[in-house]
């Protein structure tokens, strides 16, 4: 069981350059999210997904694209690099569940990160 | 809109110190709270979690209870230890349809011996 797999881990592009982030998860959940990490500011969402061919957008969506055409897929696409997207990026997989009536969130795995740096 | 607050850092201790890092949070609803740690070079781990109010998420001698009154979800430790060095960040999910989190911005402690 692996969990989530994030590649690259560690990736150097050129301003204006595009590239894909790829995120696996085998553990059948049906969430997965984007999240950059930028120091003092901790992780911010920016693409979510609640399901195969289910999208959207979350805090900080612009110059990226995702798609999920797969429950274990959940890549993330830069367009057109840029310097301001020099940042960690996270991957993460989860679930849900209701009991007794509440709908609660369980299983939080994130993947172990990639290094982006755009110059 | 959520949002999470947590102390700045860095926080530097003794070893076998008292440890507090405070979070409070704003949310509609019944936001579940979680914990993380990330130790240098690594991603995220899963500390600990509450779900309901009253809770006590505990792991590895850290706790931390889920204060509605307050919206409070301080991380405490009796005795760290210099492997508790890290960067801890406090969560939460308001449990609506996304799964998503929202994060504090970090704290990071170190720990001496």
């Known amino acids: 069981n692996a969990g989530v797999t994030q590649t690259p881990k560690f990736q150097v592009l050129k301003t204006g350059q595009s590239m894909t982030l790829q995120c696996a998860q085998d553990m059948n959940h049906e969430y997965m999210s984007w999240y950059r990490q930028d120091p003092g500011m901790g992780l911010r969402l920016i693409h979510y997904s609640v399901g195969a061919g289910i999208t959207d957008q979350g805090e900080v969506p612009n110059g990226y694209n995702v798609s999920r055409s797969t429950t274990e897929d959940f890549p993330l696409r830069l367009l057109s690099a840029a310097p301001s997207q020099t940042s960690v990026y996270f991957c993460?997989?989860?679930?849900?569940?209701?009991?007794?009536?509440?709908?609660?969130?369980?299983?939080?795995?994130f993947g172990s990160g990639t290094r982006l740096t755009v110059v | 809109g959520n949002s999470v607050t947590q102390m700045e850092g860095p926080v530097t201790l003794s070893e076998e110190a008292f440890l507090t890092i405070n979070c409070t949070y704003t949310?509609?609803?019944?936001?579940?709270l979680f914990w993380y740690v990330q130790y240098p070079g690594e991603g995220l781990q899963l500390l600990l979690k509450a779900t309901k109010a009253d809770d006590k998420g505990s792991n590895k001698g850290f706790e931390a209870t889920y204060r509605k009154e307050t919206t409070s979800f301080h991380l405490e430790k009796g005795s760290v230890q210099v492997s508790d060095s890290a960067v801890y960040f406090c969560?939460?999910?308001?449990?609506?349809?996304?799964?998503?989190?929202?994060f504090g911005g970090g704290t990071r402690l170190m720990v001496k011996p």
């Open positions: 969560a939460l999910s308001d449990n609506n349809a996304g799964n998503m989190l929202t």
């Open positions: 993460a997989s989860s679930y849900s569940r209701r009991t007794g009536g509440r709908r609660a969130n369980y299983g939080y795995t």
């Open positions: 949310a509609t609803g019944y936001p579940s």
